[in-house]
């Protein structure tokens, strides 16, 4: 059974850091691609980025480049970091399994449950 697990939000200052994390399970890297994505309050879900097969081979979809993604293959994580966040940042994060990296949601085949990021001015 495939799953994926977001943990790490929580309320951070403007400008401050956090390391959100996807456990995943039940699958190959060669299954499945792992994006992550975000919904703002009353604002449609959006891609924030996606790490392929290779981890080399990552996509950043949003015009700002304060996030990164690393993966740990020992235990089956994919990062995201976020760096010099702002109140605009302020959403709901998830992971998702794809086929292939995409930045739309309705491309995911896996949803995991997601991790509240909350950016205080």
């Known amino acids: 059974d495939v799953q994926l697990q977001a943990s790490g939000g929580g309320l951070v200052q403007a400008g401050g850091s956090l390391r959100l994390s996807c456990a995943v399970s039940?699958?190959?890297?060669?299954?499945?691609?792992i994006g992550w994505f975000r919904q703002a309050p009353g604002k449609e879900r959006e891609g924030v980025s996606c790490m392929g097969v290779d981890s080399w081979n990552t996509h950043y979809y949003l015009p700002e480049s304060r996030f990164t993604l690393s993966r740990s293959d020992a235990t089956k994580t994919v990062y995201l970091h976020l760096k010099n966040l702002q109140p605009e940042d302020t959403a709901v994060y998830y992971c998702?399994?794809?086929?292939?990296?995409?930045?739309?949601?309705?491309?995911?085949?896996?949803w995991g449950r997601g991790t509240l990021v909350t950016v205080s001015s």
């Open positions: 998702g399994g794809l086929i292939r990296c995409s930045s739309d949601y309705y491309d995911v085949s896996k």
């Open positions: 039940g699958i190959t890297w060669d299954d499945y691609v």
